[in-house]
T-cell receptor, first 115, second 112 residues
Framework: GAVVSQHPSWVICKSGTSVKIECRSL??????MFWYRQFPKQSLMLMAT?????????EQGVEKDKFLINHASLTLSTLTVTSAHPEDSSFYIC???????????FGQGTRLTVV | QQQVKQSPQSLIVQKGGISIINCAYE??????FPWYQQFPGKGPALLIA?????SEKKEGRFTISFNKSAKQFSLHIMDSQPGDSATYFC???????????FGTGTRLQVTL
């Protein structure tokens, strides 16, 4: 299957700093990328949908000024957690698909810990 | 309308047994129903998926059964193995978009 690479796999940062997470589709052009957040032993909650070259669509309750999403090319989307706080600590996962209604492939996730 | 309900929350099955996980949805606009397997600290991996025009799909030891009238679908893992121990998520998406709504997850443990 298609490969989606997420980087870094884990990151620890201090409160108040910003962290950038990259999501790359390695062998296909991703028209759409999705960002999810997962708390321990819970399900995946969609944060936002991003399409290449346009603004991301955020789900209700997700602060778009805090979670900045950029989808600059068909193979790269980034999520920047700005002014991170301990409550932002979570597992962040991206997924990418190359056609609407086609299967989505997930990255390996990024464990963010804010201290 | 956007919910996908999943049960059981956890499941213990002996090696060689059949693991069964059930999901129910409300939104009749959903038309794509995948199952994902997730190991601790990893992203979900697609196992198998089905569309409403078929009632069953089998891939190896994994089978999806789909009941459109009841708005329910289930995952059957035949000859369960310890390596199948993971969390399983059902999901659903609408025909006009591919964002997924996930079930709450089932932690499967396969014992020797």
């Amino acid at each position: 299957g298609a490969v989606v690479s997420q980087h870094p796999s884990w990151v620890i940062c201090k409160s108040g700093t910003s962290v950038k997470i990259e999501c790359r589709s390695l062998d296909f052009q991703a028209t759409t990328m999705f960002w999810y957040r997962q708390f321990p032993k819970q399900s995946l909650m969609l944060m936002a949908t991003s399409n290449e070259g346009s603004k991301a669509t955020y789900e209700q309750g997700v602060e778009k000024d805090k979670f900045l999403i950029n989808h600059a090319s068909l193979t790269l989307s980034t999520l920047t957690v700005t002014s991170a706080h301990p409550e932002d600590s979570s597992f962040y996962i991206c997924s990418a698909s190359y056609m609407v209604r086609e299967k989505a492939f997930f990255g390996q996730g990024t464990r963010l810990t804010v201290v | 309308q956007q919910q996908v309900k999943q049960s059981p929350q956890s499941l213990i099955v002996q090696k060689g047994g059949i693991s069964i996980i059930n999901c129910a949805y409300e939104n009749t606009a959903f038309d794509y129903f995948p199952w994902y397997q997730q190991f601790p600290g990893k992203g979900p991996a697609l196992l198998i998926a089905i569309r409403p025009d078929v009632s069953e799909k089998k891939e190896g030891r994994f089978t999806i059964s789909f009941n459109k009238s009841a708005k329910q679908f289930s995952l059957h893992i035949m000859d369960s193995q310890p390596g199948d121990s993971a969390t399983y998520f059902c999901a659903a998406s609408r025909r006009t978009a591919s964002k997924l709504t996930f079930g709450t997850g089932t932690r499967l443990q396969v014992t020797l």
